[in-house]
């Protein structure tokens, strides 16, 4: 699969957040890489100060640097078997680095099933 067509699964996999609460996400952008370094089959990273722990210190003068959701190419194209197996693992992927930008950690995903 190009890098084209992998960033555009990635769009549409933002797509599938419901405008309620895509109006929340501050901040943040999201990039496609081709894999972590130090963690050579991680799928995705969020980094950043979440919503929860923003304070009025933290935010709020323009200047900060925006969160990233990192969104890592290669190891979705290892880990899936075909073409719809790898747009179900990029909406997952994509929506649970986006509910660390919620303040929701990997506990309570992994409770969610969102692991």
Do not use: C, K
Request: hydrophobic share 40%; proline share 4%.
């Amino acid at each position: 699969m190009s890098d084209d067509d992998f960033e555009e699964l990635v769009v549409d996999a933002l797509d599938t957040i419901p405008p309620h609460l895509a109006e929340l996400i501050d901040n943040v952008v999201v990039r496609v890489e081709t894999r972590a370094g130090d963690e050579p089959g991680l799928l995705g990273l969020y980094t950043g100060v979440d919503l929860t722990a923003r304070g009025a210190m933290s935010y709020g003068d323009g200047l900060e640097m925006p969160d990233q959701v990192l969104i890592y190419r290669e190891p979705h194209l290892e880990t899936a078997d075909d073409v719809e197996a790898l747009r179900e693992l990029v909406v997952e992927t994509v929506l649970h680095e986006i509910a660390h930008h919620f303040g929701i950690d990997d506990d309570r995903l992994d409770e969610l099933g969102w692991s």
